[in-house]
């Protein structure tokens, strides 16, 4: 048996802050596929084990606990295998850090595809939206009270180097502006990317979901404004 079951769909996005705390912290998991995930998801709130939107859904198999919405997954992650701060400040940093990466997420899909990109929209919402988000990251990094990049490996630091790494890699034109505006950022991704245990789980999802990001139309358009060329992996998705 798994240590737990993530039922998500088969691309990085939002799962992959996930998977790469389980990754990082050497627990095991299932990956449950689309037909599952919508069963799930498409299920009445009264019969899912845990009433939930949307995906991503974990459940930690020896605990029988349910968890949904991504930064209460964090969390719940986060304190099960130690890498959760004490105090309650340095918890609130985590914690605010987690709902700032859920929120590029989302900005950089508008609403998760709710409108395709149009060059006209990157141009003056998306792009100048990125690099403030970029900003903002390598400020909080610089304060005094950041909770990344301390002595012992947290939670931010797995979610900060989670989110910018798979997104630089698979939306690879978007690494210079990171370099740009947070180039503290892009480092401390890239130290992080490289600890044994993730830079092989990286590759393995790499094998696993080929140059997938956020997958649909929505990447589609993504790729499109950003010049890249169309997603060669011919995942379900
Ligand atoms: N607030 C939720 C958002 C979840 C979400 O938007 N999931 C996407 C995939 S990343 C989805 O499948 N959405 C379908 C829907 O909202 O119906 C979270 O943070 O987990």
Known sequence: MSDYDLYYWPIPFRGQLIRW???????????????????????????????????????DAKADVWMS????????????????????????????????ANDVLNDITRGGGEKLWT???????GLPRLTRWMAIFEQGAEAQTSVLGRDA?????LVNAALWHTMTTRMHMLRPVLDTHAPMIAAHADR??????????????????????????IETSLRHVLNMPERTSDGPI
């Open 21 to 59: 705390v389980m990754a990082y912290a050497g627990a095991t998991w299932a990956e449950h596929d689309a037909q599952e995930v919508i069963a799930l998801y498409k299920d009445d709130p009264d019969s899912q084990p845990l009433p939930f939107m949307a995906p991503p859904l974990l459940h």
């Open 69 to 100: 919405q991504l930064t209460a997954v964090l969390s719940y992650l986060g304190d099960t295998h130690g890498l959760m701060p004490i105090s309650p400040a340095d918890r609130a940093a985590t914690v605010k850090l987690i709902c700032d």
């Open 119 to 125: 060059q006209a929209a990157w141009d003056d919402t």
């Open 153 to 157: 490996l947290g939670l931010a630091d």
């Open 192 to 217: 992080i990317a490289a600890l044994p245990a993730l830079a092989e789980f990286d590759r393995q999802e790499l094998a696993r979901l080929g140059d997938v990001y956020c997958g649909g139309q």
